[in-house]
């Protein structure tokens, strides 16, 4: 069982910046694979980042490349979302989510079996 807390959102004008934590219980950190997703109200979850266990392949959806970066600290059991330039359009709740897995990374909410509860992250024109 792994349970997960987001932290880091808040309101910040377009053009700034967030570091979004995910903070997970459980000594095997480091076996699980971690995404980071998005939803807005009305709208499915939509996939931002993921990265495997050991933190040496990534992905991204296309609207975030160049300008958000997931990374890991397996010793302090976090995985973040630093993002950058931020814009309007990344206005939403982003939650992160855990599966375990010794391998690969994943992008879809339904491979996912672990979530946090959300964190409001919202950018002003």
């Known amino acids: 069982q792994v349970q997960l807390v987001e932290s880091g959102g808040g309101l910040v004008q377009a053009g700034g910046s967030l570091r979004l934590s995910c903070a997970a219980s459980?000594?095997?950190?480091?076996?699980?694979?971690m995404g980071w997703f998005r939803q807005t109200p009305g709208k499915e979850r939509e996939f931002v980042a993921a990265i495997n266990w050991g933190g040496t392949s990534t992905s991204y959806t296309d609207s975030v490349k160049g300008r958000f970066t997931i990374s890991r600290d397996n010793a302090k059991n976090t995985v973040y979302l630093q993002m950058n330039s931020l814009k309007p359009e990344d206005t939403a709740v982003y939650y992160c989510?855990?599966?375990?897995?010794?391998?690969?990374?994943?992008?879809?909410?339904?491979?996912?079996?672990?979530w946090g509860q959300g964190t409001q992250v919202t950018v002003s024109s």
């Open positions: 459980g000594r095997t950190f480091s076996r699980y694979a």
């Open positions: 989510a855990a599966v375990y897995s010794n391998s690969a990374y994943y992008t879809r909410p339904g491979d996912y079996d672990y």
